[in-house]
């Protein structure tokens, strides 16, 4: 156990700074409402999957990936949605999203050098690690999909929409879009200055943001095939066969 926690030092001791945040946030906040137990339970088991991933495949991340995992679960459970930095931090979910997407299409070029035993070219690398990255991103946004539609979790936030377009409103019944402020909506008794547009914005946007990261982290690893000099950091991020 000491080999072990000696051996991936810098990771153990970020968990164990979330884990001790954690328990703080827990004792003596109450943010969260509802949704802390619930909340704590699964960030706390998921800051050991790095651990259960080498366990289960015949590869393992490396500490700094994994530190950046850890880093990014406890910044998107605890800080964004139970200390509501997704309310407060307008930039906070984007941001989150644009890391996820780089990183993760270092871990598609780093599965397809380890798939096919040698160094891709860089047209294979580029195209697998974006194809990666925009895979597990929308894999995402059907699981915030999937809470909002069965656990009522809102995690693909509302926009105010204060305007909209569309063929409805064409006077001819015609294929022309017509352009219309929005004023006030009513919600149960209550007036909106605009239409609650139920996610459709913030799900788009976060793809927009996932080929952006994706891209950049593909073209990264595109040059580091090309030329092992360039862009060397990436390697510090690949998976490596056990």
């Not at 998107?76 to 200390?83: H, M, P, T, V, Y």
């Not at 644009?98 to 040698?118: C, D, R, V």
């Not at 895979?135 to 999909?145: D, K, N, P, Q, S």
């Not at 994706?214 to 090309?226: E, I, K, Y």
């Amino acid at each position: 156990m000491t080999g072990w926690f000696k051996k991936h030092l810098l990771l153990n001791i970020v968990r164990l700074a979330c884990i001790a945040a954690m328990a703080a946030l827990l004792v003596f906040t109450r943010s969260g409402g509802a949704k802390r137990p619930l909340y704590f339970a699964v960030t706390f088991v998921f800051l050991f999957l790095p651990e259960l991933v080498t366990a289960v495949l015949r590869a393992e991340p490396p500490d700094a990936l994994s530190v950046v995992y850890v880093l990014s679960l406890f910044c998107a459970n605890i800080l964004g949605e139970l200390i509501e930095f997704y309310v407060s931090v307008p930039v906070w979910d984007a941001a989150l999203h644009l890391i996820a997407a780089f990183f993760l299409a270092l871990t598609g070029a780093s599965f397809l050098e380890i798939m096919i035993g040698k160094r891709p070219r860089p047209l294979a690398s580029f195209l697998f690690a974006l194809c990666f990255a925009l895979f597990i991103g929308v894999l995402w946004e059907f699981f915030e999909y999937f809470m909002d539609c069965v656990f009522h979790y809102d995690m693909q936030k509302d926009t105010l929409v204060k305007s909209i377009s569309t063929i409805l409103l064409d006077p001819y019944g015609g294929n022309n879009a017509v352009t219309q402020d929005i004023t006030s909506v009513v919600i149960n008794g209550e007036t909106w200055p605009g239409y609650i547009d139920i996610g459709l914005h913030d799900t788009m946007s976060d793809l927009i943001i996932c080929v952006a990261g994706g891209l950049f982290g593909g073209v990264c690893c595109a040059v580091n095939a090309g030329n092992g000099k360039r862009f060397r950091f990436v390697r510090a991020f690949f998976w490596k066969k056990r």
